[in-house]
Each structure stands twice: as C-alpha cells, then as structure tokens.
C-alpha cells in the first residue's frame, strides 16, 4: 500500500536456502495435507512482511503478535525491507524451521505467486496479508493460498467518491496523485473514485501524478499539477503522506483545492484536525494483523477450515465532522 508500501523491486524472486542466523529454529510439525492438526505443540506462525521500517507493516506485525500471545502460539517475524529476492529468502527459511503456517505481506504480485507455490508445495499452509498475490482479479485469492486479507479495493475508490461529492457537491476540477510506477493499487484505488465522479456529473479529472507514496514527492506532483492547472479543485492522493505533501504545496500558492487522504494514518487524521486535509478512508493494520493470525491459527488447529476468500474490514470515511471515529493504528 501499499501509500502504505515502499517501491520495491519487481521480477521472480531467486529462492536462498538456509535458515537466518538471526532466526531459532523451531521443532514444531508443519501441517501437511491429510495430517493432523498442530495442536499437541505450540503453533508456530512465520510472518514474512514487507518491512519494518513503514508504519502501516509494523501495525500489520503488532496486530499478529497480538493474537499470537492471546493464543499461546510463537510468531516469527522475518523482515524482507522490501527486497523481493530477500523476501523468497525469508519464505525459504520459514520452511525449513517447519513452521505450522505462513503470512506473507507480499512486496509483488508475480514474485510472491512463485513463493506461495513453493510453501504450497511444502504442504504449509499460507495467506496473505494487505496485497494480492498473482495476476488475477482481486477479489479472489490465488488457489494456493487459504485465503487473502485486504483493504477492499473496490470500496475505497467509492468512498474516496463519496468524500469528493462532499468536498465539492456542485463539481469542479480533480486531480489524483498515485503510488510509485508498477502498483495495482493506482488503477484499484481509482477506478471507483473515477465511475462514480462520472456517474455524478460535473467533476473533470484533469491530471494524475505519481508521488511515489512520499509525501516530498506528493508535494512535488502537487505543485507540477497547479501550476498547469491552477483552478484545480481537489486532490486525491492514494496514501496520506502523499496528501500531506500535497497540502504543503497548495498552501505555499495559496489555493482552494480541498484534498483527500488515504489510510487513516496519524499524519492524515491529524491533517483533518488542523484543516489542511478535507477527509480520509480509515485502515486499521493491527486489527488486520490479528484477524489474519486469528484465521490462519483456527485453520492449523482444525478449529475452522480455510476461508478459500478475500477477507476484508470496515474502512469508513471520515471529516472533520467524524474524524473520531478513525483513532489511527499507525
């Protein structure tokens, strides 16, 4: 989101055996299909994430351990500092310790498919978490894995719709500021947002921009865009930083233009606080986290069967008028 994800490197991802030095290894039995549920041993979940140096996959880490401690189960979290090769490293060595199951917060679509198939292989069971895995349409989960955790794409466009038709009621000039080159989110988080303004009439896009989910690189597109278009009227920008960045510049010349965030991040809901963003669509990483450890441990210890579907939670809207309702989780 990743305006919650780091550009990363895009390609198949080469696979290193071994387990880190900087990882114990662990004894537990992987389940295997036809074996039986780990449940005699302590469970052992291996979170391959993103990195931990974001805000929004530290949430996603926190709310795992979370609900691993509640659970009396072991988490191990492998940070893959948003390296695709090193992330198929760190897949590998969750397999080796035979780990009981896997998430994965993938850091590309294609590479992570190659990985979810190996660990498929292994007869672990996996899932991931905040990003699709494969080509296909998003609200599938690829077959390999038990099921995928996510932001529904789908209604964050309409939401930040609903939030632009409340900006604007009568209409006017938009422009929206993507994530970096290559993202699925900068045609999933827009294409709502683009067929309802349509549906509503009145509202022009007349510019899209990358900001490369930073918020200097917000701010730069966020001044290119005014001075070609000076009157524009609102700013979408797919993560809050980047609306951040965006407010700087439209305060620096002194426009109107209203701007909408993305995330429910602090630096957004402390932007509808002072003014300088209009609204937010509220993501909860934490309970995201929990709710995938939560699903993943019940389909180890033969509690649940796996969902075999994309999951997702509430994500509501949010102004100055409701901004209470969005406390941020990262």
């Known amino acids: 989101m990743a305006g919650t994800r780091t550009a990363v490197q895009l390609g198949v991802a080469s696979a290193v055996v071994g387990v880190l030095a900087a990882c114990t290894t662990v004894s537990s039995t992987s389940t295997a299909p036809g074996s039986s549920p780990a449940t005699s041993k302590q469970v052992v979940v291996g979170l391959s994430n993103q990195t931990m140096a974001v805000t929004f996959p530290v949430g996603l880490a926190k709310g795992a351990q979370q609900e691993a401690d509640k659970l009396g189960a072991k988490l191990v979290v492998l940070d893959s500092k948003g390296d695709v090769q090193k992330q198929g490293s760190d897949i590998q060595d969750l397999i080796a310790q035979k780990v009981n199951g896997i998430l994965i917060v993938p850091n590309s679509p294609g590479p992570a498919q190659a990985m979810v198939d190996g660990v498929a292989a292994a007869g672990i069971p996996i899932a991931s978490v905040h990003g699709t895995v ?119 010349v002194k426009s109107t233009a209203k701007i909408l965030g993305n995330g429910g991040a602090k630096i957004g809901i402390d932007g509808i606080k002072d003014g300088t963003i209009f609204g937010d669509v509220c993501f909860k990483p934490v309970d995201e986290g929990a709710r995938a450890f939560d699903t993943l441990y019940a389909q180890i210890t033969g509690k649940a069967p796996a969902p075999k579907s994309v999951l997702s939670y509430p994500i509501p809207p949010v102004t100055s008028a409701t901004v209470d309702q969005c406390a941020p989780q990262w």
Request: charged residues 15%.
């Open 134 to 252: 494969g080509a296909g349409p998003t609200d599938v989960p690829y077959d390999k894995l038990s099921f995928t955790i996510n932001e529904s794409a789908d209604t964050v466009g309409h939401e930040e719709a609903t939030l632009a038709k409340q900006a604007l009621p009568t209409g006017g000039k938009v422009a929206i500021i993507t994530g970096a080159s290559g993202f699925l989110e900068n045609t999933t988080w827009t294409a709502g947002f683009k067929s309802d303004l349509a549906a509503a009439g009145g509202f022009t896009i007349v510019a899209a921009q990358p900001g490369d989910w930073t918020a200097e690189k917000g701010e730069a597109a966020c001044q290119g865009i005014l001075s070609a278009h000076p009157d524009v009227a609102l700013f979408y920008a797919l993560s809050d930083d980047m609306a951040a960045g965006c407010a700087k510049a439209v305060t620096a």
